[in-house]
Nanobody, 122 residues
Framework: QVQLVESGGGLVQAGGSLRLSCAAS????????MGWYRQAPGKQRELVAY???????NYADSVKGRFTISRDNAKNTVYLQMNSLKPEDTAVYYC????????????????WGQGTQVTVSS
């Protein structure tokens, strides 16, 4: 029902910036939340930032003050502005969305993008 397409990854020097985008499409009964996760080689997937339908935002401690999540409801798109990038930010970044599957909001389902590589060099 829902497809997520990410873009904006790439190679950047430490201290640089990147902006990730995730566009959602498809039919659903309303969004619960959208966010970004990342996974580095040999490490567990971790939450980077998440924004709910009500506008509340959470960040991982490691990115607070450097990353900013935002959304454009008209475009069904969520963004992640990443500033002051560090080599430890290197990972595949995945867009995640939770959409309701019924009009009564009793069921919801997770959707994932294909991932976009972010590489930060020293």
């Amino acid at each position: 029902q829902v497809q997520l397409v990410e873009s904006g990854g790439g190679l950047v020097q430490a201290g640089g910036s990147l902006r990730l985008s995730c566009a959602a499409s498809g039919s659903h009964f309303g969004i619960n939340a959208m966010g970004w996760y990342r996974q580095a080689p040999g490490k567990q997937r971790e939450l980077v930032a998440y924004i709910t339908s009500g506008g509340s935002i959470n960040y991982a401690d490691s990115v607070k003050g450097r990353f900013t999540i935002s959304r454009d409801n008209a475009k069904n798109t969520v963004y992640l502005q990443m500033n002051s990038l560090k080599p430890e930010d290197t990972a595949v970044y995945y867009c995640n969305a939770q959409y309701y599957r019924d009009p009564y909001h009793l069921r919801r389902e997770d959707y994932w993008g294909q991932g976009t590589q972010v590489t930060v060099s020293s």
